[in-house]
């Protein structure tokens, strides 16, 4: 394309300087016949009309051409014009056969999918750490658009320690490994690092999940781990509501269970609000009995024999003693 431009721009060019030269060809021309007529008069100053006649009589000339009108030159130009654009085209074609265009090269996916930086997995304390790792590989495969087969290959490759050795002895039984499916290498990998007892443990943990001492997020973020072993249990928002409210703290259920709300979202809002209520009171019941301890600590104490004089001495002592004496 770009040296089809160029031939289009030298096209233009030649057509101007034949412009330029038609012009400059007639102006000599009509030089010329200036000329000759000059050179007729044999330097003698003879007066035109018989210097013409003279002139014609030795050199007859022959008639000019017609000049040509605008019109025809025009045509004659964009003539020209379409000779050139058809033999450049010609040119054009003729060069595409001879060097056809080169295949592009085929995508790199492997080195695609590496620079997404995808974890490695070799073993775990917890059970979902596998799962984790499988949604997050299953993520940047489908970034980089792999085939089933290279979903596969790319994520094996990303297995470490104990998830590599049971890999490498999984193919090795495989009748034909490399028929394996994206999707039993899934459900291979989950039923093996996730066994179905251990679920089964994390299905009653959860459902015996309580508040206690923890903090409300604290209990949520709990709440939310656990409640991935029991999907059934939270597969909607009301029955995830129920379940979270039935372990929060007595006061903060109390509280919670006359209301109706939403969403969980909307709950779990309200009780961090409350539980945040609850603190800031009980710090100023707390403050406020230290104060009171402190005011009555600084009282002034009075002895019992400060405050009432023993009877046996003084006036008492005098009226026991005539009692006595009367009595005698």
Not at 96 to 124: L, W
């Amino acid at each position: 394309m770009l040296n089809l431009f160029w031939v289009y721009i030298w096209a233009i060019f030649l057509l101007y300087l034949l412009f330029i030269s038609s012009s400059f060809l007639s102006k000599i021309h009509f030089s010329n016949n200036q000329m000759v007529n000059t050179r007729s008069g044999g330097g003698q100053d003879i007066p035109s009309t018989r210097r013409a006649h003279i002139v014609n009589q030795q050199n007859p000339l022959p008639p000019p051409p017609p000049n040509p009108s605008m019109e025809q030159f025009l045509a004659a130009q964009m003539q020209l014009l379409q000779n050139l654009t058809a033999t450049v085209a010609n040119m054009q074609a003729q060069q595409n056969q001879q060097a056809p265009h080169a295949a592009p090269q085929p995508r790199d996916k492997h080195r695609d999918f590496m620079s997404h930086h995808p974890p490695t997995y070799s073993h775990s304390v917890d059970p979902l750490d596998a799962d984790d790792w499988l949604k997050i590989i299953s993520k940047k495969l489908d970034i980089t658009q792999c085939t089933d087969r290279e979903r596969v290959l790319y994520a094996s490759g990303r297995l470490e320690g104990s998830a590599a050795d049971w890999w490498d002895a999984y193919t090795a039984a495989h009748a034909d490994a490399n028929t394996i499916t994206w999707e039993e290498f899934r459900n291979s990998f989950l039923e093996h690092h996730i066994p179905a007892g251990v679920i089964k443990l994390k299905q009653k943990e959860f459902l015996a999940l309580k508040q206690g001492s923890m903090s409300v997020s604290e209990y949520r973020d709990k709440f939310t781990q656990l409640s991935r072993y029991a999907p059934n249990d939270v597969d909607t928002d009301a029955k995830r509501q129920d379940r979270f409210l039935d372990g929060l703290i007595g006061p903060l259920n109390y509280q919670l269970q006359s209301h109706t709300f939403p969403n969980f979202q909307t709950l779990l809002d309200k009780a961090i609000g409350l539980e945040s209520k609850r603190k800031e009171l009980g710090e100023q019941k707390r403050k406020f009995q230290s104060q009171g301890q402190s005011s009555s600590n600084t009282r002034p104490r009075y002895s019992s024999s400060q405050s009432f004089p023993s009877r046996s001495g003084g006036q008492g002592g005098n009226y026991q003693q005539n009692q006595q004496s009367q009595r005698t």
